[in-house]
């Protein structure tokens, strides 16, 4: 239990760091990328090469960004809000991106009673990564399941249900860890970051996987209401 406290205050300091240096990092970046662009219009030769400096560099922004949303510890801002609505606005972001790669998303979360004490953008930064994985496992199309469940008046229960690629069980346990991805262009931070959020929520997220079947991600969230 002890243990489990320090290491959550380690990764918390850490966090915070990691936040703080992003900052740092974000400004010179900026300029880096428009400056790069603006001389890709510029020279009329290796263009290749700036196509790949800009890849790189939107890569790095990226990561920076993530770890920017890591830690903003006053930021906290707990709400009454209705979970409903804050998944259907996270569905409204992402629908062109769905509709592109012919995914289909299907919600039932349509619970009567889904207030809960909540950080609003907090989650919503939460629904969008796993629904951006779950899209980004379905290289051909599928539809993803939202089931949502009130458990005895006092937990919600979320279910991401895709139809994708699925995720090998030994890599199961490395999920969340940092920059663990097996996409060309990840972060591995996304799920890093959920599992953060839904600690400081006094929730947990657990994810359960069939290779070639597809993936189910479980979202629990005390209401504390
Ligand atoms: P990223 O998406 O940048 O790779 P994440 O932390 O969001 O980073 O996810 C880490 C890894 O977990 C992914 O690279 C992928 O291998 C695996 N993963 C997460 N969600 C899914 C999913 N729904 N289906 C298959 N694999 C997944
Ligand atoms: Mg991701």
């Not at 196509?51 to 920017?68: A, H, K, P, Y």
């Not at 899209?135 to 895709?162: C, F, N, R, W, Y």
């Not at 931070?189 to 929520?201: N, Q, T």
Request: negative net charge.
């Amino acid at each position: 239990e002890e243990e489990a406290l320090i290491q959550s205050e380690k990764l918390s300091v850490a966090g915070q760091m990691a936040a703080g240096i992003a900052h740092e990092i974000r400004n010179p970046l900026t300029s880096l990328i428009g400056f790069s662009k603006f001389l890709k219009t510029k020279i009329d030769q290796y263009h290749e090469y700036f196509d790949i400096m800009l890849v790189e560099l939107d890569r790095i922004n990226s990561i920076v960004q993530e770890f920017m949303a890591l830690a903003k510890p006053q930021a906290n801002q707990f709400r009454k809000h209705d979970l409903v609505k804050i998944i259907q606005s996270v569905l409204t972001l992402l629908e062109t991106q769905a509709i592109l790669r012919d995914v289909q998303i299907v919600s039932r979360a349509d619970a009567t009673s889904a207030e809960l004490l909540c950080d609003e953008n907090q989650l919503k930064q939460v629904f969008v990564n796993v629904l951006k994985n779950a899209i980004e496992a379905m290289p051909s199309g599928g539809v993803i399941t939202i089931d949502m469940k009130l458990h005895q008046q006092s937990e919600l229960i979320v279910e991401i249900i895709d139809q994708g690629i699925g995720i090998p069980h030994d890599q199961l346990p490395k999920l969340g860890g940092p920059f663990f991805t097996t996409k060309d262009s990840g972060t591995g931070l996304g799920l890093m970051i959920c599992y953060r959020i839904i600690e400081g929520h006094r929730g947990r997220m657990d994810i359960t996987s069939t290779p070639q079947k597809g993936t189910t991600v479980s979202i629990f969230l005390p209401r504390n209401v």
